[in-house]
């Protein structure tokens, strides 16, 4: 499904544009991943396919996103020393990611900053997408420094409004239902015996935000209690709003909690929308 959305917006460079992708490269190995480059950052992002079920007639995957700072942007300061060295190093290639040959030698934890899953039935056409990050990827040494705090709901969120833009073109459905959740967050500390461990941090928030897109608004696929089982639980110190839209159209005031907004206008306005792919053009342009 994911290699379906990045199919879409190579075809179509106004959809690209509007969504602020430069570029998508699949990357070939033993798990279904790609690269993907953003107008908005100049690193580059991964996302890779962790863990995949079907259940029932859903099918569930779970996937990984991974930023890789540019060595030149000030953000690089906030990963950790061995990223920042990673990045630099023998082991990234010109264009900001892993080359192929040491994909394998880059220890698996380094440049995680979020978690996405997509949960969807083919059969009644609706689809799900849920993303988890903490408002900081925290670790802290044995004395209390802190070695990482890279913005993972900020950088994650990033890529995800623009996965689901892909998705609202490509289905032509909105969001129907949505749900926000705010908990006290984590951070990674060491442990007895040398390995890290989360522990609570009241520095830190956990962001969760689920959108439900299927075909009519009004008749959601699914009941509310359905679609929130679906998402991670909220601790009782947390807290979730929801959201459900009557209509096809956006409405800032339903997209937004506490007065902040929350959800892209792009997930409405793409849905409406159908642009001719400058490659199957006569003459190469998007009008004929």
Same mark, same amino acid.
């Given at each position: 499904m994911v290699d379906a959305l %990045?199919?879409?917006?190579?075809?179509?460079?106004?959809?690209?544009?509007?969504?602020?992708?430069?570029?998508?490269?699949?990357?070939?190995?033993?798990? #279904?991943?790609?690269?993907?480059?953003?107008?908005?950052?100049?690193?580059?992002?991964?996302?890779?396919?962790?863990?995949?079920?079907?259940?029932?007639?859903?099918?569930?995957?779970?996937?990984?996103?991974?930023? &890789?700072?540019?060595?030149?942007?000030?953000?690089?300061?906030?990963?950790?020393?061995?990223?920042?060295?990673?990045?630099?190093?023998?082991?990234?290639? #010109?264009?900001?990611?892993?080359?192929?040959?040491?994909?394998?030698?880059?220890?698996?934890?380094?440049?995680?900053?979020?978690?996405?899953?997509?949960?969807?039935?083919?059969?009644?056409?609706?689809?799900?997408?849920?993303?988890?990050?903490?408002?900081?990827?925290?670790?802290?040494?044995?004395?209390?420094?802190?070695?990482?705090?890279?913005?993972?709901?900020?950088?994650?969120?990033?890529?995800?409004?623009?996965?689901?833009?892909?998705?609202?073109?490509?289905?032509?459905?909105?969001?129907?239902?949505?749900?926000?959740?705010?908990? #006290?967050?984590?951070?990674?500390?060491?442990?007895?015996?040398?390995?890290?461990?989360?522990?609570?941090?009241?520095?830190?928030?956990? &962001?969760?935000?689920?959108?439900?897109?299927?075909?009519?608004?009004?008749?959601?696929?699914?009941?509310?209690?359905? %679609?929130?089982?679906?998402?991670?639980?909220?601790?009782?110190?947390?807290?979730?709003?929801?959201?459900?839209?009557?209509?096809?159209?956006?409405?800032?005031?339903?997209?937004?909690?506490?007065?902040?907004?929350?959800?892209?206008?792009?997930?409405?306005?793409?849905?409406?929308?159908? &642009?001719?792919?400058?490659?199957?053009?006569?003459?190469?342009?998007?009008?004929?």
């Amino acid at each position: 499904m994911v290699d379906a959305l %990045w199919l879409s917006a190579t075809w179509v460079e106004r959809l690209r544009r509007e969504l602020g992708l430069a570029g998508m490269h699949q990357v070939w190995g033993d798990r #279904p991943a790609w690269y993907v480059w953003t107008s908005d950052a100049p690193g580059a992002y991964g996302l890779e396919l962790l863990h995949a079920e079907g259940e029932g007639g859903l099918v569930r995957g779970l996937l990984g996103i991974k930023y &890789y700072p540019s060595p030149s942007e000030d953000l690089r300061a906030a990963f950790s020393q061995e990223e920042r060295d990673t990045v630099a190093g023998v082991r990234f290639d #010109p264009s900001g990611t892993p080359a192929f040959e040491a994909r394998d030698e880059i220890p698996a934890h380094l440049f995680q900053v979020g978690a996405l899953e997509i949960v969807g039935d083919l059969e009644r056409n609706w689809c799900g997408f849920s993303l988890a990050a903490l408002s900081a990827c925290r670790k802290v040494g044995p004395d209390g420094g802190l070695l990482r705090r890279p913005p993972g709901w900020r950088l994650s969120h990033v890529l995800f409004a623009k996965l689901l833009g892909l998705h609202a073109y490509a289905s032509k459905h909105t969001p129907v239902l949505a749900a926000f959740s705010q908990e #006290p967050g984590l951070e990674l500390a060491p442990a007895p015996g040398g390995c890290d461990e989360a522990r609570p941090c009241a520095l830190n928030q956990a &962001y969760g935000l689920g959108v439900l897109f299927g075909p009519e608004p009004g008749n959601l696929p699914l009941s509310r209690e359905a %679609w929130l089982e679906l998402l991670p639980e909220v601790s009782p110190g947390g807290h979730r709003w929801e959201k459900a839209f009557a209509c096809r159209h956006y409405h800032p005031w339903e997209a937004a909690v506490d007065g902040r907004p929350a959800l892209d206008p792009q997930w409405w306005r793409l849905a409406q929308v159908g &642009y001719t792919s400058e490659l199957a053009s006569a003459c190469g342009c998007a009008h004929c």
